[in-house]
């Protein structure tokens, strides 16, 4: 069983708006710090949002401040990523992991989002 399942992604035209989500197995839990990192083709994979460890703070990149917001339910151990106005810079794989390090073990298979028109 993957420690970390991302879901939600799709193609959406520029200014649509999408909802990620991360199921976490019970070996991982979302209270702790937790990332959304994104992989577009031929670059390198990137953070670009956080949530810190037991607390509501949050970090973005400064390309998606503003756009995206991170959040987590505890209760369904889930982290979600709502992402608006999307760009087309926006396209990459996206995954959930621990931040700001993530675990090499950690990583799932990630979810595909296309933001053209």
């Known amino acids: 069983q993957a420690l970390l399942t991302e879901s939600g992604g799709g193609w959406v035209q520029p200014g649509g708006s999408l909802r990620l989500a991360c199921s976490a197995s019970k070996r991982v839990s979302v209270i702790s710090g937790m990332g959304w990192y994104r992989q577009a083709p031929g670059k390198q994979r990137e953070l670009v949002a956080r949530i810190l460890s037991g607390r509501p703070e949050t970090s973005y990149a400064d390309s998606v401040k503003g756009r995206f917001t991170i959040s987590r339910d505890i209760a369904s151990n889930t982290l979600y990523l709502q992402m608006n106005n999307l760009e087309p810079e926006d396209t990459a794989v996206y995954y959930c992991?621990?931040?700001?390090?993530?675990?090499?073990?950690?990583w799932g298979q990630g979810t595909q989002v296309t933001v053209s028109s």
């Open positions: 992991n621990t931040a700001p390090t993530p675990r090499s073990t950690y």
